[in-house]
């Protein structure tokens, strides 16, 4: 087994300890490219998810943003970081630069689709942006959003024919 299929496995494992399925953001890529293209399976979005997942810069990202979620709840993050990533502080923003970088390497498409996901909050990204419980998900909300628009660029560019 190479090194980023290792690093996929611990990936989906710590999503999976949060709460996500890679299941549930490949429902997220199926809504999002559904009206483009008429074929498209779940088997094909779920593909471009694990796709999307081998890449190192993928995972790297997915481990500091769980890993500072974790340290939040945890209160074992100094002021006044604590308290921003405990709250999701709206001018924050650190999340959803730390997310926005897994788009790049996938086009526009990911890139704008991220924005629209990060607005709308569909599915699981729904269910993890609920504040009031003891859990802090600041960074995973936006992640999960991000895998699912680069796989749906990914799918965008797939399987789309153009001249």
């Known amino acids: 087994m190479e090194k980023n299929e290792i690093g996929k496995e611990l990936v989906v494992e710590k999503l999976n300890k ?3 399925q890679i299941e549930e953001i490949a429902n997220i890529v199926h809504i999002m490219q559904s009206p483009y293209q008429k074929n498209l399976t779940h088997e094909m979005c779920l593909e471009s998810v694990e796709s999307v997942l ?11 943003g769980i890993e500072l979620d974790e340290l939040a709840e945890k209160n074992l ?3 006044p970081l604590l308290n921003l990533v405990k709250s999701d502080a709206g001018l924050f923003g650190c999340d959803e630069i730390l997310a ?3 788009t790049f390497g996938y086009g526009s498409i990911a890139i704008s689709t991220f924005g629209h996901l ?3 909050k569909i599915g699981i990204i729904k269910e993890l942006d609920v504040k009031g419980s003891n859990k802090v998900h600041t960074f995973l909300d936006d992640l999960v959003a991000a895998i699912a628009a680069a796989a749906a660029g990914r799918v965008a560019h797939r399987y789309t024919n153009t001249a």
């Open 100 to 102: 926005l970088g897994i």
């Open 18 to 20: 949060r709460g996500v």
């Open 77 to 79: 993050l100094t002021e």
């Open 118 to 120: 990060d607005k709308i």
């Open 54 to 64: 081998k890449k190192r810069e993928v995972q790297h990202a997915v481990l500091v």
